[in-house]
């Protein structure tokens, strides 16, 4: 029997996360997309004390900030092999759960439940959308940048699969690896 995890000091801690811990302004960086290499190949764990990881959260929390509509953003997105990611879902009308802007390092999912299916979209893949089936409820554990801290937390709806997604991209899968066929891709919709 496993021993369960306080998943609220966690959550605290993330919801304090500021992008100003990590002392270095961030860079605009370009997104790739698909069919890019890098999109496809599991990124390499990593230092979350290292200078360059560090100044990678920052570059990412920067072009997540310019992009319209992003809520999440990998570090394979922007050319770099590495398992870092940021996420802010604050804006969303979907998330119930919103621990503000943070980035994580070596994140994985711990627990997941309530599978739900909904549509995703991806900076990386402009021109679809597409019915994934995630967890709608999850513990995750990761790493904050520049401290190293590990963070072990629980989410649920939109912020869910948001970090499912960011993960997926770590480990070298897009959304399009998760529908379940063709039926399920849709041609992105343009609203003006």
Request: glycine share 4%.
């Given at each position: 029997?496993?021993?369960?995890?306080?998943?609220?000091?966690?959550?605290?801690?993330?919801?304090?996360?500021?992008?100003?811990?990590?002392g270095v302004e961030g860079a605009v960086l370009d997104v790739v997309r698909a069919p890019a290499g890098v999109l496809s190949a599991r990124g390499d764990d990593v230092d979350p004390t290292a200078p360059e990881v560090v100044q990678l959260a920052a570059d990412l929390v920067a072009t997540m900030r310019v992009s319209p509509g992003c809520v999440g953003l990998a570090a394979n997105q922007v050319g770099v092999g590495a398992r870092v990611f940021c996420v802010d879902v604050s804006d969303h009308p979907k998330a119930r759960t919103r621990h503000g802007t943070f980035v994580l390092c070596n994140a994985e999912v711990v627990e997941a439940s309530r599978n739900e299916k909904a549509r995703e979209g991806c900076m990386s893949v402009p021109d679809f959308t597409g019915d994934v089936k995630r967890g709608s409820r999850l513990v995750v554990r990761g790493q904050l940048p520049a401290t190293g801290e590990e963070v072990v937390f629980a989410t649920d709806a939109f912020e869910a699969r948001a970090l499912q997604h960011e993960i997926d991209h770590t480990d070298g899968l897009l959304f399009l690896d998760r529908v379940a066929g063709a039926h399920a891709i849709y041609p992105r919709q343009t609203y003006l």
């Open positions: 029997m496993s021993t369960p995890v306080d998943t609220e000091q966690g959550s605290a801690r993330l919801a304090a996360w500021s992008e100003a811990e990590l």
